[in-house]
């Protein structure tokens, strides 16, 4: 023990010698935590001490000391080793108890080489009846896999396109050019209003006497024409009414069915029809003139 550091202890006991012999003297000290014994540094700068032991700080005047010879503290320190060291020797190392062999038990047989052949034998014959391990799929199957499903992906959207397009009308573009440019799709109709050429004349301006004053009830006579070389549904169209001067009349938006069309009715490629508006609202002056505007989706 030393001021603030450590020493190795001095775990022995010791006693007080006197005589008229010159003795060096040492002071010995006990740790008040732990009971260690330590030989105290001399000389002593300062009054705290660290027991190495336990790490105590502890002050050098509340711990027990006793002033002794210091060669007797280390004859007695060698003596105290010596027994240890003796001790020691003392100690029976542990005997490991091998079980006794139980009279029932049997010695395993000692195979001799025709044994040895047939068992040889039996181990190939059951590897050879182990499963194999299933054949690895080679990158051929997997594109073959992937090409099929494109191809069935394929004849879903071309063949059934009509469902798609009322349920998803933003696909029509999409569907137009595949079926124009890259392969061809059964039953496919365009929508390009475009490729539709229209044209109207007034057939008859419709005088009517309604109390005394006349009101008009044109009919007119369109013609419509698809210029594609695809089928095509019939546009909605802007029908403008004019008169003598050229100023509009009356106008409006005509679906299909107003002029005349069905539902699953299409402008084959190329293809013509004539049809026949009645205007049924009274007009204050007779037209004289009428323009179809096809009206883009």
Not at 46 to 71: I, M, Y
Not at 252 to 269: F, I, K, M
Request: aromatic letters at 6%; a negative charge; glycine letters at 4%.
């Amino acid at each position: 023990m030393r001021n603030g550091g450590h020493s190795a202890p001095l775990r022995v006991f010791f006693t007080v010698l006197s005589g008229s012999r010159r003795l060096t003297m040492v002071t010995v000290i006990r740790c008040p935590a732990c009971g260690a014994l330590w030989e105290a540094p001399s000389p002593l700068e300062k009054p705290q001490l660290r027991c190495s032991a336990c790490q105590t700080l502890f002050h050098f005047e509340k711990a027990e000391s006793v002033v002794v010879d210091k060669a007797q503290l280390m004859a007695s320190q060698a003596a105290h080793l010596a027994e240890v060291e003796k001790e020691k020797e003392k100690e029976v190392p542990p005997t490991v108890v091998v079980p006794e062999k139980k009279p029932d038990e049997k010695t395993p047989p000692v195979l001799d080489e025709a044994a040895l052949t047939e068992l040889a034998a039996d181990v190939q014959d059951f590897e050879a009846r182990t499963p194999e391990a299933p054949p690895k799929r080679s990158g051929f199957a997997a594109l073959w896999t992937l090409l099929m499903l494109l191809a069935a992906g394929y004849v879903a959207l071309v063949f059934f396109h009509k469902p798609l397009f009322e349920q998803v009308p933003a696909l029509a573009p999409l569907y137009d050019t595949v079926c124009t440019r890259f392969v061809p799709c059964q039953n496919f109709v365009r929508r390009q209003s475009a490729q539709i050429a229209a044209t109207v004349r007034v057939k008859s301006t419709g005088d009517v006497d309604v109390n005394g004053e006349v009101r008009y009830h044109p009919v007119l006579e369109a013609t419509i024409q698809n210029q594609d070389t695809y089928p095509e549904h019939f546009p909605a169209m802007n029908l403008a009414l004019l008169d003598a001067a050229g100023s509009i009349v009356a106008q409006r938006v005509l679906e299909p069915r107003d002029y005349g069309v069905t539902a699953n009715q299409v402008l084959p490629p190329l293809g013509t029809i004539n049809a026949t508006i009645y205007i049924t609202d009274d007009l204050p002056v007779p037209v004289t003139e009428a323009t179809l505007t096809p009206l883009t989706d």
